[in-house]
Structure formats: C-alpha cells, structure tokens
Nanobody, 116 residues
Framework: QVHLVESGGGLVQPGGSLRLSCRVS????????MAWYRQAPGKERELVAS???????DYGNFVKGRFTISRDNAENTVYLQMSNLKPEDTAGYYC??????????WGQGTQVTVSS
C-alpha cells in the first residue's frame, strides 16, 4: 500500500513563500509521475505542477514562474516551492502519484491560505 503525506501548508501574506512536502511510503511498482493539484472551494481540482519519473516538469498556466516542483529520491519526497503567493493561490493542495499500472494515489491535502 502506498501512502502520501503532505506537509508545509499554512497562512502566509501576499508575496510570501511556502514549501510543501509530500513524503511517499510503501512500494511503487512503476512510477510515471508525481504531481501537485489544488482545489479551492467551489472550484474544480487543477494541476499545479508535475514531475515525471524521467525528470521533466510541467506547470499550470497560472504558475508563471512562481512555483518549482522538485524531488529527493533518497528521501522519497516531492517538494513544491511556492513564491510570490497571491490570495487566489488559496486552496487545498494535494499530492498525487501516478503509476504505469494501477490506481493513482492521493494525499490527504494541506491547506494554503494567502491573506493579509
């Protein structure tokens, strides 16, 4: 069984920064990619950033150079460094793991609130 545990969310002022972490435990058969999604109240879940097993990354259009996804294979952890945060970035942020075969896995989410 695979478990994803996110941490690092919180309250930050506009223009501030946060680093989210997603630690993976369990056995992953064939990893395709890890990703961060977010969902604000009343809105659909949207892709924030992804990093494939081979290394290429992808970002949502709204990121515009403000966020960086990275991973530490030794720590089985994926990070999302967020800078220049805006109130519209307020959402629950969820870690996702995609395998070649088998289900996706999701973490429980971590709340990010950007407010003065």
């Amino acid at each position: 069984q695979v478990h994803l545990v996110e941490s690092g969310g919180g309250l930050v002022q506009p223009g501030g920064s946060l680093r989210l972490s997603c630690r993976v435990s369990g056995t992953v058969s064939h990893l395709l990619a890890m990703a961060w999604y977010r969902q604000a109240p009343g809105k659909e879940r949207e892709l924030v950033a992804s990093i494939s097993s081979g290394g290429p990354t992808d970002y949502g259009n709204f990121v515009k150079g403000r966020f960086t996804i990275s991973r530490d294979n030794a720590e089985n952890t994926v990070y999302l460094q967020m800078s220049n945060l805006k109130p519209e970035d307020t959402a629950g942020y969820y870690c996702n793991l995609k395998q070649l075969m088998g289900p996706d896995y999701w973490g429980q989410g971590t709340q990010v609130t950007v407010s003065s």
